[in-house]
Structure formats: structure tokens, C-alpha cells
């Protein structure tokens, strides 16, 4: 089944994007998340407002709509959002659970707008010891034991 989008939920996500550009808040970049034809979540880049980098607009979002329904999934849900998501608001959708991505900008839009996200996706498929952040592994034994108790708890809420 082919969803249908709503041009409105992207008239908005697009118009608080600007208007973020305009008040001087942050950047080009804002989203909504709709459930069953509802706005039930809405968010703006503010990342230099907040020195915050993991403030963006489709994160915001997700936290706003998360905080409004009470859960962690925001499965039924649709996300609408001035920009094709950079890798990490790509990850937190698919972590949300969220059921479709709607965009207006491409990454080469944002990539011409100074917002070039390609090096993040080459240093993702580089392997750890290729990375330009050193990353290194210590304690593996004792780490386990949290990913140990997980496993055994009986109380755990898994997502």
C-alpha cells in the first residue's frame, strides 16, 4: 500500500525551518512527527542555541513527540522534515520505530547549503581501525557484564 503524503506536515516542517533561519536560532532544518493525521511532535535545528550537536531538528522532534505520547516508539508515526536526515537523525528514526520518512531537501541540497554530511557516511563504512576518531577497545570482559545482566533480568522493558 503506496501512503499518501500530506503537503501541509511539509509546508510546516519547511516553514519552521525558516523561520528558525530567521529569528536567528539555529539552522535551515526542522521537523514534525504525525500520528493518524496529528501533529503530535515538532522540532527545530538547535544546535549553536543549545551547544547542543545532537540538537537537530528530526531529533527534537522525535523527543517532543516521545515526551507528548509517553513512549519510546513512535511506531504509526510519520516524520516530515525540511531535509533528507544527515546519518544520525537517520539512525534515531529507525531507533523510534518510525513507519515512513518524508523529505523536501536532498543531502546535496544541504551539502550546497554547507551542511555536507559526506564525510560522516565514508568514516560509518570505514573499519574502527581506519576511523579518523581513534577508538579503542578496553575492559571487554567487565562491559559484558552489563549486556550479561540485560540478558538475564526479568524486569527489563526491551526496545
Same mark, same amino acid.
Not at 510546516?12 to 512527527?33: H, K, Q, T
Given at each position: ?16 525551518? $525558516? ?112 576511523? $579518523? ?19 538475564? $533480568? ?6
Amino acid at each position: 500500500m503506496r501512503a499518501s503524503a500530506n503537503y501541509e506536515f511539509m509546508r510546516r516542517a519547511i516553514a519552521l525551518a $525558516s523561520e528558525n533561519v530567521r529569528s536567528g536560532d539555529g539552522g535551515p532544518f526542522a521537523a514534525v512527527i504525525v500520528r493518524e493525521g496529528t501533529i503530535v511532535g515538532e522540532g527545530v535545528n538547535c544546535v549553536t542555541r543549545t551547544n547542543d550537536p545532537t540538537a537537530h531538528g528530526e531529533v527534537m522532534a522525535i523527543r517532543a513527540a516521545c515526551h507528548k505520547l509517553g513512549t519510546f516508539s513512535l511506531e504509526v508515526c510519520e516524520i516530515y522534515t525540511s531535509c533528507e536526515p544527515c546519518p544520525m537523525c537517520l539512525a534515531a528514526i529507525y531507533w523510534a520505530h518510525l513507519d515512513r520518512i518524508w523529505f523536501g531537501n536532498t543531502t546535496a541540497d544541504a551539502a550546497r547549503a554547507g551542511f555536507d554530511d559526506a564525510s560522516l557516511y565514508r568514516e560509518m563504512a570505514r573499519p574502527i581501525d581506519k576511523r $579518523s576518531v581513534p577508538s579503542t577497545m578496553l575492559l571487554h570482559e567487565q562491559a559484558w557484564e552489563s549486556f550479561q545482566l540485560w540478558l538475564d $533480568s526479568p524486569i527489563k522493558t526491551p526496545y
